[in-house]
Protein backbone atom coordinates (compact mmCIF):
# COMPACT_ATOMS: atom_id res chain seq x y z
CA UNK A 1 0.00 0.00 0.00
CA UNK A 2 1.47 3.33 -0.70
CA UNK A 3 2.28 5.77 1.81
CA UNK A 4 0.19 8.52 1.01
CA UNK A 5 -2.66 5.72 0.95
CA UNK A 6 -2.00 4.08 4.06
CA UNK A 7 -1.60 7.72 5.85
CA UNK A 8 -4.91 8.89 4.74
CA UNK A 9 -6.44 5.79 6.41
CA UNK A 10 -5.18 6.08 9.27
CA UNK A 11 -6.28 9.37 9.62
CA UNK A 12 -9.91 8.21 8.55
CA UNK A 13 -9.13 5.61 11.64
CA UNK A 14 -8.16 9.29 14.13
CA UNK A 15 -10.82 10.93 12.85
CA UNK A 16 -13.35 7.72 13.75
CA UNK A 17 -10.99 6.90 17.03
CA UNK A 18 -10.34 10.06 18.40
CA UNK A 19 -12.77 11.12 20.69
CA UNK A 20 -12.83 7.99 22.86
CA UNK A 21 -9.05 7.96 23.55
CA UNK A 22 -9.14 11.86 24.17
CA UNK A 23 -12.22 11.02 26.49
CA UNK A 24 -10.52 8.24 28.01
CA UNK A 25 -7.63 9.98 29.21
CA UNK A 26 -9.18 12.88 30.40
CA UNK A 27 -10.81 11.07 32.87
CA UNK A 28 -7.64 9.06 33.97
CA UNK A 29 -5.70 12.30 34.08
CA UNK A 30 -7.95 14.98 35.09
CA UNK A 31 -6.79 17.42 32.55
CA UNK A 32 -8.07 17.84 28.94
CA UNK A 33 -4.99 19.33 27.61
CA UNK A 34 -2.55 16.63 28.67
CA UNK A 35 -5.12 14.10 27.22
CA UNK A 36 -5.04 15.65 24.38
CA UNK A 37 -1.14 16.10 24.36
CA UNK A 38 -0.89 12.39 25.24
CA UNK A 39 -3.55 11.53 22.40
CA UNK A 40 -1.73 13.34 20.00
CA UNK A 41 1.72 11.17 21.22
CA UNK A 42 -0.33 8.38 20.42
CA UNK A 43 -1.26 9.28 16.85
CA UNK A 44 2.59 10.16 16.42
CA UNK A 45 3.50 6.48 17.19
CA UNK A 46 0.68 5.14 14.66
CA UNK A 47 1.64 6.99 11.78
CA UNK A 48 4.98 5.84 12.49
CA UNK A 49 4.39 2.22 12.96
CA UNK A 50 1.51 1.22 10.76
CA UNK A 51 3.08 1.80 7.48
CA UNK A 52 5.91 -0.76 8.56
CA UNK A 53 3.51 -2.80 10.24
CA UNK A 54 0.41 -2.79 8.67
CA UNK A 55 -2.72 -1.33 10.63
CA UNK A 56 -3.93 -3.59 13.45
CA UNK A 57 -7.35 -5.94 13.24
CA UNK A 58 -8.54 -3.47 16.04
CA UNK A 59 -6.94 -0.24 15.43
CA UNK A 60 -9.13 1.83 18.40
CA UNK A 61 -8.42 -1.09 20.42
CA UNK A 62 -4.30 -0.30 19.75
CA UNK A 63 -4.59 3.15 19.88
CA UNK A 64 -6.71 3.13 22.90
CA UNK A 65 -4.55 0.45 24.83
CA UNK A 66 -1.48 2.99 23.54
CA UNK A 67 -3.07 6.12 24.98
CA UNK A 68 -3.76 4.62 28.32
CA UNK A 69 -0.12 3.20 28.47
CA UNK A 70 1.51 6.56 28.01
CA UNK A 71 -0.99 8.00 30.25
CA UNK A 72 0.43 5.39 33.25
CA UNK A 73 3.83 5.99 31.93
CA UNK A 74 3.41 9.82 32.25
CA UNK A 75 1.30 9.06 35.90
CA UNK A 76 4.20 6.60 37.46
CA UNK A 77 7.14 9.59 36.89
CA UNK A 78 4.52 11.83 38.31
CA UNK A 79 4.29 9.74 41.21
CA UNK A 80 0.72 9.57 40.91
CA UNK A 81 0.41 5.94 40.32
CA UNK A 82 -2.18 4.61 42.42
CA UNK A 83 -3.25 0.77 42.78
CA UNK A 84 -5.94 0.96 40.55
CA UNK A 85 -3.37 1.96 37.13
CA UNK A 86 -0.91 -0.58 38.68
CA UNK A 87 -3.08 -3.46 37.63
CA UNK A 88 -3.47 -2.02 34.57
CA UNK A 89 0.29 -0.86 33.54
CA UNK A 90 0.74 -4.39 34.83
CA UNK A 91 -2.15 -6.26 32.49
CA UNK A 92 -0.81 -4.49 29.35
CA UNK A 93 2.63 -4.87 29.84
CA UNK A 94 3.04 -7.20 27.25
CA UNK A 95 0.61 -7.49 25.20
CA UNK A 96 -2.29 -4.88 23.42
CA UNK A 97 -5.53 -5.73 24.51
CA UNK A 98 -7.74 -5.59 21.35
CA UNK A 99 -10.88 -7.01 23.48
CA UNK A 100 -10.25 -3.43 25.17
CA UNK A 101 -12.71 -1.85 23.36
CA UNK A 102 -15.25 -4.59 23.30
CA UNK A 103 -14.51 -5.51 27.54
CA UNK A 104 -15.38 -1.43 28.01
CA UNK A 105 -17.86 -0.41 25.90
CA UNK A 106 -20.14 1.53 28.04
CA UNK A 107 -17.63 2.86 29.82
CA UNK A 108 -15.80 4.47 26.80
CA UNK A 109 -19.44 5.50 25.58
CA UNK A 110 -19.71 7.50 29.38
CA UNK A 111 -16.66 8.92 28.88
CA UNK A 112 -17.31 10.33 25.36
CA UNK A 113 -20.49 11.75 26.23
CA UNK A 114 -18.24 13.66 28.84
CA UNK A 115 -16.55 15.10 26.69
CA UNK A 116 -19.27 16.04 24.76
CA UNK A 117 -20.68 18.20 27.65
CA UNK A 118 -17.51 19.42 28.14
CA UNK A 119 -16.35 21.13 24.88
CA UNK A 120 -19.63 22.61 24.79
CA UNK A 121 -19.90 24.34 28.08
CA UNK A 122 -21.78 27.51 28.01
CA UNK A 123 -19.27 29.11 30.18
CA UNK A 124 -17.16 29.06 26.31
CA UNK A 125 -18.53 31.34 23.79
CA UNK A 126 -20.08 29.76 20.93
CA UNK A 127 -17.16 29.94 18.66
CA UNK A 128 -14.84 28.39 21.30
CA UNK A 129 -17.41 25.65 22.00
CA UNK A 130 -17.27 24.82 18.24
CA UNK A 131 -13.70 24.72 18.07
CA UNK A 132 -12.81 22.70 20.62
CA UNK A 133 -15.81 20.50 20.00
CA UNK A 134 -14.23 19.76 16.18
CA UNK A 135 -10.84 19.15 17.38
CA UNK A 136 -11.62 17.03 20.46
CA UNK A 137 -14.31 15.29 19.53
CA UNK A 138 -14.37 15.25 15.54
CA UNK A 139 -10.61 15.09 15.47
CA UNK A 140 -9.83 17.66 13.04
CA UNK A 141 -6.56 19.43 13.10
CA UNK A 142 -6.28 23.17 13.56
CA UNK A 143 -6.02 23.31 10.02
CA UNK A 144 -8.72 21.85 8.84
CA UNK A 145 -11.37 23.96 11.21
CA UNK A 146 -9.98 27.30 9.83
CA UNK A 147 -9.92 26.14 6.46
CA UNK A 148 -13.19 24.82 7.28
CA UNK A 149 -14.34 28.45 8.77
CA UNK A 150 -12.15 30.53 6.93
CA UNK A 151 -9.54 31.90 9.35
CA UNK A 152 -6.45 32.09 9.67
CA UNK A 153 -4.87 28.63 11.27
CA UNK A 154 -3.59 30.60 14.71
CA UNK A 155 -6.76 31.89 14.87
CA UNK A 156 -8.20 28.87 15.59
CA UNK A 157 -5.37 27.41 17.62
CA UNK A 158 -5.15 30.21 20.12
CA UNK A 159 -9.58 30.17 20.59
CA UNK A 160 -8.83 25.92 21.35
CA UNK A 161 -6.04 26.93 24.07
CA UNK A 162 -7.77 29.66 25.61
CA UNK A 163 -11.30 27.74 25.52
CA UNK A 164 -8.99 24.45 27.33
CA UNK A 165 -8.00 27.30 30.08
CA UNK A 166 -11.45 28.80 30.25
CA UNK A 167 -12.81 25.20 31.20
CA UNK A 168 -9.47 24.46 33.32
CA UNK A 169 -10.42 27.84 35.35
CA UNK A 170 -14.07 27.71 35.92
CA UNK A 171 -13.82 24.05 36.96
CA UNK A 172 -15.90 22.46 34.88
CA UNK A 173 -16.05 18.88 35.96
CA UNK A 174 -15.45 15.55 33.73
CA UNK A 175 -19.51 14.71 33.80
CA UNK A 176 -22.74 14.33 32.45
CA UNK A 177 -24.80 16.88 34.25
CA UNK A 178 -26.28 16.72 37.01
CA UNK A 179 -30.82 16.41 36.45
CA UNK A 180 -30.79 20.25 37.35
CA UNK A 181 -28.97 21.55 34.64
CA UNK A 182 -28.96 18.33 31.84
CA UNK A 183 -31.47 20.16 29.97
CA UNK A 184 -29.96 23.59 28.98
CA UNK A 185 -26.03 21.51 28.79
CA UNK A 186 -28.16 18.86 26.19
CA UNK A 187 -29.34 22.07 24.49
CA UNK A 188 -25.92 23.46 24.53
CA UNK A 189 -24.37 20.59 22.84
CA UNK A 190 -27.47 20.34 19.85
CA UNK A 191 -27.06 23.73 19.75
CA UNK A 192 -22.71 23.29 18.71
CA UNK A 193 -23.41 20.14 16.84
CA UNK A 194 -26.00 22.72 14.71
CA UNK A 195 -24.38 25.52 14.30
CA UNK A 196 -21.40 23.81 12.98
CA UNK A 197 -23.92 22.40 9.93
CA UNK A 198 -25.33 25.31 9.55
CA UNK A 199 -22.13 26.91 8.42
CA UNK A 200 -21.41 24.21 6.30
CA UNK A 201 -25.11 24.40 4.55
CA UNK A 202 -25.26 28.33 4.12
CA UNK A 203 -21.54 29.34 4.36
CA UNK A 204 -21.46 32.92 6.57
CA UNK A 205 -18.56 34.03 4.16
CA UNK A 206 -16.15 32.92 1.45
CA UNK A 207 -16.70 31.89 -2.40
CA UNK A 208 -18.70 28.61 -2.08
CA UNK A 209 -22.27 28.26 -0.44
CA UNK A 210 -21.70 24.88 0.87
CA UNK A 211 -18.94 23.32 2.83
CA UNK A 212 -19.79 19.85 2.95
CA UNK A 213 -16.84 18.87 5.12
CA UNK A 214 -18.76 21.10 8.02
CA UNK A 215 -21.98 19.20 7.30
CA UNK A 216 -20.35 15.94 7.22
CA UNK A 217 -19.01 16.53 10.67
CA UNK A 218 -21.94 17.55 12.46
CA UNK A 219 -24.00 15.00 10.84
CA UNK A 220 -21.69 12.66 11.72
CA UNK A 221 -21.43 14.04 15.59
CA UNK A 222 -25.39 13.97 15.52
CA UNK A 223 -25.76 10.28 14.45
CA UNK A 224 -22.79 9.72 17.22
CA UNK A 225 -24.85 11.43 19.85
CA UNK A 226 -27.59 8.90 19.11
CA UNK A 227 -25.83 6.45 19.87
CA UNK A 228 -24.44 7.71 23.73
CA UNK A 229 -28.44 8.96 24.21
CA UNK A 230 -30.88 7.23 22.02
CA UNK A 231 -33.43 8.20 24.40
CA UNK A 232 -33.48 11.80 24.03
CA UNK A 233 -36.18 12.80 21.86
CA UNK A 234 -34.58 16.06 20.57
CA UNK A 235 -31.42 14.06 19.71
CA UNK A 236 -33.46 12.58 16.85
CA UNK A 237 -35.33 15.62 16.33
CA UNK A 238 -31.89 17.72 15.22
CA UNK A 239 -30.66 14.60 13.24
CA UNK A 240 -33.88 14.40 11.40
CA UNK A 241 -33.53 17.78 10.66
CA UNK A 242 -30.06 17.71 9.77
CA UNK A 243 -30.69 14.95 7.31
CA UNK A 244 -33.40 16.15 5.24
CA UNK A 245 -31.53 19.56 4.54
CA UNK A 246 -28.86 17.28 4.11
CA UNK A 247 -30.75 15.78 0.97
CA UNK A 248 -30.90 18.58 -1.10
CA UNK A 249 -27.21 19.74 -1.65
CA UNK A 250 -26.86 18.28 -4.78
CA UNK A 251 -29.70 20.55 -6.25
CA UNK A 252 -28.80 23.47 -4.21
CA UNK A 253 -26.33 24.94 -6.66
CA UNK A 254 -25.94 24.74 -10.32
CA UNK A 255 -22.56 23.51 -12.13
CA UNK A 256 -20.88 26.77 -11.67
CA UNK A 257 -21.69 26.56 -8.18
CA UNK A 258 -24.44 29.15 -7.99
CA UNK A 259 -27.04 29.37 -5.60
CA UNK A 260 -30.48 27.74 -6.64
CA UNK A 261 -33.54 28.80 -4.15
CA UNK A 262 -35.56 25.85 -2.54
CA UNK A 263 -38.39 26.93 -4.82
CA UNK A 264 -36.73 26.67 -8.13
CA UNK A 265 -34.60 23.74 -7.23
CA UNK A 266 -34.81 20.24 -9.23
CA UNK A 267 -36.12 17.75 -5.95
CA UNK A 268 -35.30 14.68 -8.41
CA UNK A 269 -31.81 15.34 -7.51
CA UNK A 270 -32.60 15.23 -3.61
CA UNK A 271 -31.16 12.47 -1.91
CA UNK A 272 -33.85 9.57 -0.72
CA UNK A 273 -31.67 8.33 1.23
CA UNK A 274 -30.97 11.18 3.67
CA UNK A 275 -34.90 11.85 3.70
CA UNK A 276 -35.48 8.43 4.71
CA UNK A 277 -32.55 9.12 7.46
CA UNK A 278 -34.54 12.10 8.45
CA UNK A 279 -38.01 10.31 8.24
CA UNK A 280 -37.05 7.51 10.60
CA UNK A 281 -35.15 10.15 13.21
CA UNK A 282 -38.78 11.72 12.64
CA UNK A 283 -40.71 8.51 13.53
CA UNK A 284 -38.63 7.76 16.71
CA UNK A 285 -39.14 11.18 18.28
CA UNK A 286 -42.73 10.44 18.04
CA UNK A 287 -41.78 6.37 19.06
CA UNK A 288 -40.42 8.42 22.53
CA UNK A 289 -43.27 10.62 23.18
CA UNK A 290 -43.60 13.89 25.03
CA UNK A 291 -43.53 17.48 23.77
CA UNK A 292 -42.08 18.10 20.54
CA UNK A 293 -38.95 20.01 20.67
CA UNK A 294 -37.22 23.01 18.71
CA UNK A 295 -35.25 20.54 16.43
CA UNK A 296 -38.05 18.19 15.60
CA UNK A 297 -40.61 21.06 15.13
CA UNK A 298 -38.13 22.55 12.64
CA UNK A 299 -37.63 18.64 11.23
CA UNK A 300 -41.25 18.64 11.25
CA UNK A 301 -41.27 21.50 8.36
CA UNK A 302 -38.44 20.45 6.51
CA UNK A 303 -40.34 17.14 6.24
CA UNK A 304 -43.00 19.06 4.58
CA UNK A 305 -40.97 19.86 1.78
CA UNK A 306 -39.52 16.74 1.27
CA UNK A 307 -42.89 15.00 1.04
CA UNK A 308 -43.95 17.11 -2.21
CA UNK A 309 -43.22 16.38 -5.23
CA UNK A 310 -43.60 20.40 -6.10
CA UNK A 311 -43.42 23.69 -4.45
CA UNK A 312 -47.22 23.72 -5.77
CA UNK A 313 -48.16 20.65 -3.89
CA UNK A 314 -46.05 21.91 -0.35
CA UNK A 315 -48.37 22.19 2.92
CA UNK A 316 -47.99 25.26 3.03
CA UNK A 317 -50.71 25.97 5.69
CA UNK A 318 -49.04 23.17 7.93
CA UNK A 319 -45.94 24.75 7.40
CA UNK A 320 -47.62 27.77 8.86
CA UNK A 321 -48.70 26.18 11.55
CA UNK A 322 -45.89 24.60 12.32
CA UNK A 323 -43.61 27.99 12.38
CA UNK A 324 -46.73 29.13 14.88
CA UNK A 325 -45.61 26.40 16.91
CA UNK A 326 -41.33 26.85 16.66
CA UNK A 327 -42.16 30.89 17.81
CA UNK A 328 -44.25 29.89 21.15
CA UNK A 329 -41.38 27.58 22.42
CA UNK A 330 -38.17 29.17 20.71
CA UNK A 331 -39.67 32.81 19.97
CA UNK A 332 -36.98 34.48 17.40
CA UNK A 333 -37.02 37.43 14.68
CA UNK A 334 -35.74 34.95 12.87
CA UNK A 335 -38.65 32.34 13.37
CA UNK A 336 -40.87 34.93 12.43
CA UNK A 337 -39.38 35.75 9.12
CA UNK A 338 -39.34 31.94 8.73
CA UNK A 339 -43.24 32.15 9.33
CA UNK A 340 -43.85 34.82 7.01
CA UNK A 341 -42.14 33.18 3.92
CA UNK A 342 -44.64 30.45 4.91
CA UNK A 343 -47.86 32.59 5.03
CA UNK A 344 -46.98 34.39 2.39
CA UNK A 345 -46.85 31.23 -0.14
CA UNK A 346 -50.39 29.72 1.83
CA UNK A 347 -52.34 33.21 1.82
CA UNK A 348 -50.31 35.48 -0.43
CA UNK A 349 -47.27 38.40 -0.53
CA UNK A 350 -49.45 40.97 1.42
CA UNK A 351 -49.55 38.71 4.56
CA UNK A 352 -46.02 37.95 4.21
CA UNK A 353 -45.25 41.51 3.45
CA UNK A 354 -47.21 42.90 6.54
CA UNK A 355 -45.04 40.16 8.89
CA UNK A 356 -41.67 41.81 7.48
CA UNK A 357 -42.98 45.26 7.89
CA UNK A 358 -43.24 44.21 11.20
CA UNK A 359 -39.55 43.07 11.88
CA UNK A 360 -38.01 46.28 10.34
CA UNK A 361 -37.04 47.67 13.64
CA UNK A 362 -35.60 44.23 15.53
CA UNK A 363 -32.20 44.99 16.10
CA UNK A 364 -31.56 41.33 15.98
CA UNK A 365 -32.28 41.33 11.86
CA UNK A 366 -30.65 45.02 11.18
CA UNK A 367 -27.82 43.82 9.27
CA UNK A 368 -29.66 40.19 8.24
CA UNK A 369 -29.74 40.21 4.56
CA UNK A 370 -32.66 37.79 4.39
CA UNK A 371 -35.00 40.32 5.85
CA UNK A 372 -34.26 42.36 2.62
CA UNK A 373 -34.20 39.73 0.46
CA UNK A 374 -37.58 38.04 1.56
CA UNK A 375 -39.19 41.78 1.36
CA UNK A 376 -38.19 41.69 -1.62
CA UNK A 377 -39.72 38.42 -3.15
CA UNK A 378 -42.88 39.93 -1.46
CA UNK A 379 -42.52 43.29 -3.17
CA UNK A 380 -41.75 41.30 -6.89
CA UNK A 381 -44.82 39.36 -6.20
CA UNK A 382 -46.71 42.50 -5.81
CA UNK A 383 -45.63 43.94 -8.89
CA UNK A 384 -43.79 46.56 -7.09
CA UNK A 385 -40.29 45.96 -9.10
CA UNK A 386 -38.40 49.50 -8.36
CA UNK A 387 -38.92 48.67 -4.25
CA UNK A 388 -37.96 45.29 -4.61
CA UNK A 389 -34.61 46.07 -6.71
CA UNK A 390 -33.77 48.62 -3.69
CA UNK A 391 -34.47 45.28 -1.31
CA UNK A 392 -32.37 42.96 -3.49
CA UNK A 393 -29.31 45.31 -3.32
CA UNK A 394 -29.55 46.22 0.25
CA UNK A 395 -29.27 42.04 0.74
CA UNK A 396 -26.43 41.66 -1.31
CA UNK A 397 -24.84 44.55 0.46
CA UNK A 398 -25.19 42.38 3.69
CA UNK A 399 -23.77 39.53 3.04
CA UNK A 400 -20.35 38.05 2.79
CA UNK A 401 -20.89 34.64 0.65
CA UNK A 402 -20.15 35.80 -3.18
CA UNK A 403 -22.84 33.36 -4.75
CA UNK A 404 -25.50 34.94 -2.08
CA UNK A 405 -24.35 38.06 -3.20
CA UNK A 406 -24.47 37.26 -7.00
CA UNK A 407 -27.80 36.06 -6.51
CA UNK A 408 -29.11 38.55 -4.85
CA UNK A 409 -27.56 41.04 -7.55
CA UNK A 410 -29.14 39.36 -10.06
CA UNK A 411 -32.30 39.36 -8.75
CA UNK A 412 -32.09 42.81 -8.33
CA UNK A 413 -30.89 43.60 -12.03
CA UNK A 414 -33.54 40.78 -13.34
CA UNK A 415 -36.62 43.24 -11.19
CA UNK A 416 -35.72 46.38 -13.92
CA UNK A 417 -36.44 44.37 -16.83
Known amino acids: MKETSIHQRIESIWRAESAKVVASLTRMVKDISMAEDLAQDTLIIALERWPVSDIPENPGAWLMTVAKRKAIDMLR ?38 LIFMTC ?17 GGLTTEEIANAFLVHEPTIAQRVVRAKRKLVEANVPFEVPKKAEYAQRLSSVLEVIYLMFNEGYSASTGKH ?24 PEVHGLVALMEIQASRFKARTNTEGEMILLLDQNRLLWSQEHINRGFASLRKVEDLGGTIGLYALQAAIAACHAEADSPEKTNWERISTLYRALSHIAPSPIVELNRAVAISMAY ?38 KEANKEFQRAASLTQNVQEQKFLLKQAKDCMK
Do not use: W
Open 209 to 232: LIRMNLCNEALRMGRALVELIGLE
Open 121 to 137: HPVLSKNARVALTLRLV
Open 348 to 385: GPIAGLEIVDSLLKEPALKNYHLLPSAKGHFLLKLGRK
Open 77 to 114: RKKRLDQKYEQMAHSMNTHYDYDLADEMDEEIKDDVLR
